[in-house]
């Protein structure tokens, strides 16, 4: 029975939602002012503050963007925002978010017209029929055809809706139905996800006062990367460097949510002075022992992943995804990498400042031959009286044998270096691949010396024929 | 608060994304053939393979050699150490190991990926497994050999540009165990001369033969198969189980927790005393010598058998004579024969991945001689390679795909069940599951506690496999809608009639 009335009361609903705005709620009075505001016209002005500040950010680097790339974002978001219209209209959702009169945002629309402008001269013209509108009517978004809203209208809506609601749930279930009902892609729903976070990290970092000079700080760090390739790419200039060259619509709008979040944190960082850090005496150690001067954007790189991963241990705590202790462990486990690997660049250092000492090609190999003959004289008490009696017919010498086994690991080593050389698409930074290589293998090493894989001598053996390449 | 958290989720992906990026921009990708390689031809020698027994320290320089010589495509690990203290090494081969890391800030992203694999949906696992293990007797050392050559052939054929190598390397995650019972190798190569015993170095070094060694579980399949239960995944809580019994050797026990806890899709158990690819059931229904006991997939370890057997020109000879003169090869069909049809074998590993894990295994027995001499390692080796890789291939047949909730999350341990074959899979870590079938039209189902059943038809081809996915509604987020409904009619009327 209660279904029934349940039934019929929906049904009721359904057919009455048009009149209806949103659900009463025991506190709806309280969001009412917020929601009528809205429709004020107080809002416009703070949307084209955030609008200006995003199309600011754009603005600046669609000179280094594939015109492709972010027309794709900016068309799809309007079909997007066509579709949300559309179904809002059926649906009986949050209506906040529904399209407001239209006269306001014409007022936004003519402010923003300009701007938009440059942004459409950009554009690939082949790309859909939407863009050969604004294409050949430059004042085409604020003459509406249909579409009252610009995408970032309905992006500021969600978000400002999220904000609201402290609950990102509120996105999910849109964005769910949408790509349940097949009105948008998973791809759109990705970039709607972007933007919207995009915005919402705005109006989170505006509400915080202390950081009110932030949305400047990314954009001038980010922009000194424009246009450089850099040679040693550390995650930090990659996210930048990505974001330069818009090669990834995702990456571009996660990135500048990180940037945003990780100037932040150094921010933290800057006035805590070490703090957290002081928990990780490795990897303290390690920042000391890098020249200021000379690698500092290295440093700041290391510093701020370092924060973002202990961040991210306390949220997952904090949330219970993982238990304190396991957090604990796993950054324990970091810093001893840390520590593991500063002695391995160290020992680098060591061995690249030996081959320094002694270029001379003769001595090397003396020193290989050498320890050849050590390894020579241990594999024969090992192996002598056990190999004759399960080799009945070996034409190869037992000499051979011991020799045998480093010049297995040269001839091995050698037909790496060569088919890395081959099928390296950067293939003109041969020393470069060589250390990384190097450290690599070093690594690799130590690690199956430890798990038994490896007698220490032969890593050494092994070692020392990479750092002598 | 849960947009902040949210956020840092974003923010997180973001670094990933990026991390994945640059990581990826280090794997290598083959191009074309390696031209003018130098092939040195030494007596008994091709292309860095040597066809001489290995004995353990040659064993593992055999395979440190690959690894130096592909770092790009290939890891070692070890499973655990056999009773004397030698390590279990597996090589294992795929694009994915062998990540360049190139400095300290590589390595934290590395790390960060590893750590957030489990808890994003990035699909770091998209590969199947696939694994090989040999010289489970000691004194069966053909197949110990072969393996040793086929780690050093992948990886030349590899570098060469050898399509269908690059194509298994890349789709596929291979591990390669050479000796799953050193100990009784060496024991077995001591002997002097070269004629050895049928029995010295069979059994590890405690003398537990390893594989009569496993948890009998065919039966409890057999016992369930009359009372109803059922036939697959049959160890639960299986690590305390397996750490506190004191019967099982240390490599049978490295071994149970290696198959739990890698998920396999396809293995092969390398043996030697004749020539036949051999088939579950391995133990008999009834408890007889002989007797044919089919296990639920019989029509695909029928085909899987002979994808071995068919490469193998002694293997699937119908004239050669038997090994032995006195030998009942009664049950052979093309070079292959169910286990127990042959004869009954219990506690052996090859049912025992089959009832406790995703995995099919077959046992292949490779030569007459369990320990031929050396000379014949090339032949055998002629005999058996296009047999290893046609076996290697059979993994890319069937049913494969994710299955996810709504929200894309993948769904572990849901259970894939196929329409008239008794014995179902599992989804992996990320949701992925592969189920091997042979050509036909098929029913599958997957299902997962709390969530909604769905059944989709499928027309399965000899190969490749065919993709099917998943998406799973739970109880709970209908449960949910149907609440919200509820509580918003509640409020409304509540406003409307003022109480």
């Known amino acids: 029975m209660g279904f029934l009335w349940t039934g019929t009361w929906i049904l009721v609903l359904v057919l009455q939602s048009s009149p209806i705005q949103a659900f009463p709620k025991p506190g709806g009075s309280q969001d009412k002012p917020l929601h009528n505001s809205e429709l004020s016209a107080e809002r416009p002005l703070n949307e084209q503050i955030a609008e200006a500040e995003a199309d600011k950010i754009k603005k600046t680097y669609p000179p280094e963007n594939k015109p492709g790339e972010s027309n794709y974002s900016f068309v799809d978001n309007l079909n997007l925002l066509k579709a949300i219209t559309e179904k809002e209209k059926i649906e009986k959702e949050r209506q906040s978010i529904r399209s407001s009169p239209d006269d306001n945002k014409l007022n936004v629309e003519d402010v923003d017209s300009t701007k938009n402008r440059r942004l459409i001269d950009d554009y690939d013209s082949t790309k859909s029929g939407l863009n050969h509108k604004f294409q050949d009517d430059p004042d085409g978004l604020h003459q509406l055809d249909g579409t009252p809203l610009t995408a970032e209208d309905i992006v500021q809506k969600i978000a400002t809706r999220i904000y609201e609601e402290n609950d990102r749930g509120v996105f999910d279930k849109i964005v769910s139905k949408l790509l349940n009902l097949g009105l948008i892609t998973e791809s759109q729903a990705h970039t709607l996800e972007d933007e919207v976070a995009e915005v919402l990290q705005k109006l989170i970092s505006k509400e915080a006062n202390t950081y009110a000079e932030e949305p400047n700080k990314p954009i001038s760090v980010t922009e000194s990367q424009t246009g450089k390739i850099p040679e040693k790419v550390t995650p930090m200039a990659a996210i930048q460097d990505g974001f330069t060259n818009g090669q990834n619509d995702e990456t571009v709008s996660n990135t500048l949510t990180l940037t945003n979040g990780l100037e932040r944190r150094t921010k933290i960082y800057n006035e805590d002075n070490f703090e957290e850090l002081q928990y990780f005496p490795n990897f303290y150690a390690l920042l000391k022992s890098i020249d200021s001067e000379k690698e500092a954007k290295e440093k700041e790189t290391l510093i701020t992943i370092m924060k973002t991963l202990i961040d991210f241990v306390k949220m997952m705590v904090k949330y219970g995804t993982i238990s304190p202790e396991e957090g604990v462990s796993y950054l324990e486990n970091l810093d001893e990498t840390i520590a593991l690997q500063t002695k391995n660049k160290l020992e680098k250092n060591v061995t690249d400042n030996k081959s320094k000492l002694f270029p001379a090609p003769s001595e090397k190999s003396h020193e290989e031959t050498d320890s050849t003959k050590e390894e020579a004289a241990k594999m024969e008490k090992e192996y002598g009286a056990l190999k004759d009696s399960t080799k009945a017919d070996n034409p190869r010498g037992k000499t051979d044998e011991p020799k045998g086994k480093t010049e297995a690991y040269l001839e091995a080593i050698r037909k790496n270096i060569e088919w890395l050389k081959k099928h390296d698409k950067k293939g003109n930074k041969e020393d470069y691949d060589l250390s990384k290589m190097r450290d690599f293998i070093n690594q690799q090493a130590d690690a199956y010396v430890e798990k038994g894989i490896l007698d220490k001598e032969e890593a050494d053996a092994i070692k020392r024929i990479y750092s002598s390449l | ?499």
Not at chain 2, 20 to 43: K, N
Not at chain 2, 291 to 316: K, T
Not at chain 2, 337 to 347: E, H, M
């Open chain 2, 1 to 499: 608060m849960a947009a902040r958290g949210g956020r840092a989720l974003l923010a997180l992906c973001g670094a990933l994304a990026a991390c994945g990026w640059l990581l990826g921009a280090q794997a290598q990708e083959p191009g074309a053939p390696a031209a003018g390689m130098r092939r040195r031809r030494r007596l008994q020698q091709e292309d860095g393979i040597s066809f001489e027994y290995h004995r353990y320290p040659e064993l593992r320089e055999a395979l440190v050699s690959v690894w130096l010589q592909c770092t790009a495509i290939s890891r070692i690990y070890t499973v655990g150490r056999s009773f004397e203290g030698r390590e279990l090494l597996v090589i294992e081969l795929s694009d994915n190991p062998g990540v360049h890391e190139p400095g300290l800030v590589y390595n934290i992203c590395y790390l960060f990926l590893r750590f957030t694999s489990i808890l994003t949906t990035a699909n770091l696992h998209c590969e199947p497994e696939f694994k090989y293990i040999g010289n489970m007797h000691g004194n069966e050392a053909v197949g110990r050999e072969l393996l040793i050559f086929l780690a050093q052939y992948l990886c030349n054929e590899y570098q060469k540009g050898n399509e269908t190598i690059v194509k298994l390397i890349h789709n596929t995650r291979i591990h390669i165990m050479p000796s799953l019972n050193p100990d009784g190798f060496e024991k077995a190569a001591s002997q002097p001369g070269e004629l050895k015993d049928w029995f010295v170095g069979r059994s590890n070094a405690q003398g537990i033969d390893l594989n009569r060694n496993f948890p009998d579980l065919d039966r409890i399949v057999y016992v369930n198969e009359k009372e109803g239960g059922p036939n697959n995944h049959l160890l639960k809580n299986l690590k305390k189980i397996v750490d506190q019994n004191t019967k099982l050797a240390p490599e049978t026990k490295a071994v149970i927790h290696w198959i739990m806890d890698i998920p396999f899709v396809l293995s092969a158990n390398l043996h030697g005393g004749d020539l036949v690819a051999n088939y579950p059931y391995d133990e008999t229904r009834s408890g007889s010598a002989h007797e044919y006991s089919s296990c639920p997939d019989d029509a695909i370890f029928q085909s899987l058998a002979r994808a071995y057997s068919a490469f193998n020109p002694p293997m699937s000879d119908p004239n050669r004579p038997p090994c032995r003169k006195n030998d009942d090869d009664s049950s052979f069909i093309d070079g292959t024969t169910n286990g127990a049809a042959w004869y009954s074998v219990p506690g052996g590993m090859q049912d025992f991945n089959y009832l406790s894990s995703n995995c099919f295994e077959i046992t292949v027995e490779l030569s007459c001689e369990k320990f031929p001499p050396e000379e014949t390692l090339k032949s055998y080796w002629e005999d058996n390679k296009n047999s290893l890789i046609s076996y290697l291939e059979q993994i890319h047949r069937g049913v494969k795909g994710f299955v996810r909730d709504l929200q894309g999350n993948p769904i572990a341990n849901a259970t894939i069940s196929v329409e008239g074959i008794d014995h179902d899979v599992t989804s992996a870590k990320d949701g992925d599951y592969w189920r091997l079938l042979v050509p036909g039209n098929y029913k599958l189902t997957a299902s997962a506690p709390g969530y909604l059943a769905i059944t989709k038809k499928v027309a399965v081809p000899y190969s490749p496999a065919v993709g099917v996915d998943f998406e799973l509604e739970s109880f709970s987020e209908r449960k949910e809608v149907e609440k919200e409904e509820l509580m918003e009619w509640w409020k409304m009327m509540s406003e409307t009639l003022n109480f």
